[in-house]
């Protein structure tokens, strides 16, 4: 199940972004998708996450700031981020699982399939 992560760059504090997870071969509304991120020298962390039931779920530190959402026709999730932070400075995965359950959303090691990162790179 390839997905296609995109939409990372550099961005000044206090900016927004917005990332993009392709994905093909399957049916996206079944999956449960969600994004990741780890911080130079750090662990893969959990960002969000939008169940097939449609619920959003978001990490302490993004919310209010990150939306996640899904366009099921176009087969794509998307991250947009506001007024960024330097210590949102990673690289993001996208990480989509069919059978994922609520208390395991949080657990890269829980998620079966992933995509390439993408690297945001924020400024003061």
């Known amino acids: 199940v390839p997905l296609q992560a995109s939409g990372g760059g550099l961005v000044q504090a206090g900016g927004s972004l917005t990332l993009s997870c392709a994905t093909s071969g399957f049916t996206l509304s079944r999956y449960s998708m969600g994004w990741f991120r780890q911080p130079p020298g750090k662990e893969r962390e959990f960002v969000a996450a939008?169940?097939?039931?449609?619920?959003?779920h978001y990490v302490d530190s993004v919310k209010g700031r990150f939306t996640i959402s899904r366009d099921n026709a176009k087969n794509t999730v998307y991250l947009q981020m506001n007024n960024l932070k330097l210590e949102d400075t990673a690289v993001y995965y996208c990480?989509?699982?069919?059978?994922?359950?609520?208390?395991?959303?949080?657990?890269?090691?829980?998620?079966?399939?992933w995509g390439q990162g993408t690297d945001i790179t924020g400024s003061a």
């Open positions: 990480a989509g699982d069919r059978g994922i359950i609520l208390s395991s959303i949080q657990f890269p090691h829980e998620w079966y399939h």
């Open positions: 939008i169940r097939w039931t449609g619920s959003t």
